[in-house]
């Protein structure tokens, strides 16, 4: 799965780094604002004229209510894990019509799914190669966009002072999983948890898709998003 950034958080209030490991009885969380694509959307596009949703079985099979919520996921994604080490509640879609009174006060995620910087991005399909790597010219094209992104993300953060800018690299992140997925848990890297075709990786995952039932040992829940523990993996801001 080719993937570019995964999506930019930025933080009104306080520095992360200022937050972690340091508990206050007076700390006010930040309110978190989040942009990127479906691996950060929490529900925008169950409010648009889109076939890119979320919103049907089995996404959030393992969320309490085995119910789907609009996350690109089995359950939680990015965007629930920062606002859980920043001691807050992860914000709501901007174009739900719950995001008013306090719930503003957590921000708002503008993320959605098939959502990119070229007008035909959408939803991409894994296996570009007959072994199932991702297409190197598309990896490459992904790598410089980040390599630039990165350097705009370290100007704003020395320009705007109280403001915390954070871009997740999912190229850099994907990499490091599959070049040694047991020392996180997880035994497959290639096929995707819920999908079809070769390595399940066709199309969206829907009710008629196959569905693994090892989810905790899948690096990719769909063809291209990943799963909640792939998430719950990634070491902790600091």
């Known amino acids: 799965m080719v993937g570019l950034v995964v999506g930019l958080a930025i933080l009104l209030g306080c520095s992360l780094v200022d937050r972690v490991g340091a508990p206050d009885p007076g700390y006010v969380p930040p309110l978190l604002l989040?942009?990127?694509g479906s691996r950060g959307d929490s529900g925008n596009n169950n409010y648009l004229d889109t076939t890119v949703k979320a919103d049907s079985p089995p996404y959030g099979i393992d969320s309490p209510t085995g119910q789907p919520t609009g996350r690109f996921s089995n359950y939680r994604n990015l965007p629930d894990f920062l606002s859980t080490y920043l001691d807050s509640e992860p914000p709501s879609p901007y174009l739900s019509p719950q995001l008013n009174g306090e719930r503003l006060l957590y921000g708002a995620n503008f993320a959605s799914g098939g959502a990119g910087i070229l007008n035909d991005t959408g939803l991409a399909t894994r296996g570009s190669t007959a072994g199932g790597e991702c297409d190197p010219e598309l990896v490459?094209?992904?790598?410089?966009?980040n390599s630039e992104l990165n350097r705009l993300v370290q100007q704003l953060n020395g320009r705007l002072g109280l403001v915390f800018?954070?871009?997740?690299?999912s190229v850099t992140l994907y990499t490091a999983f599959r070049s040694n997925p047991e020392a996180y848990g997880f035994t497959e890297t290639r096929v995707a948890c819920c999908g079809q075709g070769p390595y399940n990786g066709l199309g969206q995952c829907t009710p008629a898709s196959n569905l693994c039932p090892n989810r905790d040992e899948y690096v990719f829940w769909d063809p291209t998003n990943p799963t909640t523990g792939l998430w719950g993996s990634l070491p902790k801001p600091s």
Do not use: E
């Open 34 to 36: 989040v942009f990127g």
């Open 140 to 145: 490459n094209a992904a790598s410089l966009f």
């Open 165 to 169: 800018v954070a871009a997740a690299n």
